[in-house]
């Protein structure tokens, strides 16, 4: 499975080291970047070989090539 994440930003963002553990979006959905925020269950039932975005809804749409 693949992801095409649109990203804006255009630097780094920094974080702050801190006692406790800091989970950071690695599937591109999180709206609290960079932290993660759960939407990766979204990605859940993607398959293997297809490629998909998701809308401001977060709706899932297939890649068709
Ligand atoms: S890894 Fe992206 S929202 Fe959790």
Redesign the pocket.
Known sequence: MARLVKKEAKGPMEIKPSDKPA????????KNQPF?????IKTKSEEDDKTYTYDEQGNRHEVKE
Do not use: E, V
Request: proline share 0%.
């Open positions: 989970w950071i979006c690695m599937c591109g959905l999180s993660c925020d759960g939407s990766h």
